[in-house]
């Protein structure tokens, strides 16, 4: 995830926390035994508030431009929701990576086909998987790998390091490739007899 889209989305849930607290704690200062405890320097509701009197109801009433700009409102925050939303599903595979010149450019996908059939020749490892995620300049692999009943995860992250991912660091150097390895083993069937 980009610096950029980290920040946005921890403004974000800063700006949304803000406001529930706020309004959660003013709601709540109305209510009785939340009143009597807060000290008394502090701005409270009122217990008898009317939120909106029948006076209030009858001018808004008079107008009818407000219903249709609160519901355009209300919609154009449901867009943004989901548009914002969209952005944090997206997963960011990689499509290819620019080389050098103009014009050359390598797949991601034979990338991570290389990098998966690497990996599937290291010992204790049944099957591999690799996506390249991220952009250009900042890639990610993520590598599953199956490991074989007998197989030894230290061994094979080892031999991984050494390796498929040193040479897929080689090859989109000077690019930075993190690698995000998750393991998980293949067990034996259970044969019955009858």
């Known amino acids: 995830m980009s610096r950029i889209r980290s920040g946005v989305n921890r ?4 700006c949304a926390a803000v406001v529930l607290l706020v309004s ?3 709601l709540a200062s109305a209510v009785a035994p939340v009143r009597e405890r807060l000290p008394a320097a502090l701005p409270r509701l009122g217990a008898d508030r009317v939120w909106l009197g029948r006076e209030m109801l009858g001018r808004w009433r008079d107008h009818g431009w407000w219903p249709p700009v609160v519901i355009a409102a ?6 943004l929701f989901l548009c914002w939303a969209a952005a944090q599903i997206r997963t960011g595979r990689l499509r290819e990576l620019p080389l050098g010149q103009p014009g050359i450019t390598l797949s991601a996908t034979a990338l991570a086909s290389a990098m998966a059939e690497r ?9 591999a998987h690799v996506r390249l995620l991220g952009r250009p300049r ?3 692999a993520r ?4 490991l074989e009943p007998d197989g030894s995860p230290e061994a094979v992250l080892r031999e991984l390091a050494r390796d498929t991912i040193a040479e ?5 150097a000077p690019r ?3 690698a995000d390895v998750r393991f998980t083993t293949r067990r034996h069937r259970v044969r019955r007899t009858h």
Request: aromatic share 0%; no cysteine.
């Open 176 to 178: 930075v490739l993190e």
């Open 119 to 127: 990996a599937r020749a290291v010992d204790g490892v049944a099957r």
């Open 168 to 172: 897929a660091r080689a090859a989109t």
């Open 24 to 26: 959660g704690a003013a």
């Open 138 to 140: 900042r890639l990610r």
């Open 74 to 79: 209300l919609a154009l925050l449901a867009v």
């Open 143 to 146: 590598i599953t790998l199956v």
């Open 11 to 14: 403004v974000t849930l800063l």
